[in-house]
């Protein structure tokens, strides 16, 4: 499993997800590849569907499924809806989601 927390340099989320991640990895007794990814302009920010910092993809899927299919990629920060309001990091439970799912998937990979 591979995990990527994309972020631009002075986020001031970046390192709450990248430790988010890696408190749920540990929780789940799951084992993946964190990456940081920096995306330093416009640029490379379309190139890589950066929807703002941080965004977080496991196996290349962001955690956030309503976001997958989303274009609108920038140099902005990123927020995530909560309990009805905006926060600077996806919830918990929406990183685990994606990571348990990312799970199944490679197992029923694994069988094929």
């Known amino acids: 499993m591979k995990v990527e927390v994309f972020y631009f340099e002075g986020c001031p989320n970046h390192q709450a997800a ?62 995530y809806v909560e309990h009805g309001r905006r926060v600077g990091l996806p919830s918990r439970n929406l990183v685990r989601t994606a990571l348990k799912q990312a799970q199944v998937d490679a197992s029923g990979a694994d069988q094929s």
């Open 18 to 79: 990248v430790q988010r991640v890696k408190e749920i990895l540990r929780e789940e007794g799951l084992a993946a590849e964190v990456i940081e990814v920096n995306v330093p302009d416009q640029k490379t920010a379309t190139r890589l569907g950066f929807l703002g910092s941080p965004t977080i993809r496991v196996n290349g899927l962001d955690v956030e499924p309503s976001a997958r299919s989303c274009r609108d990629a920038g140099m902005t920060c990123r927020t």
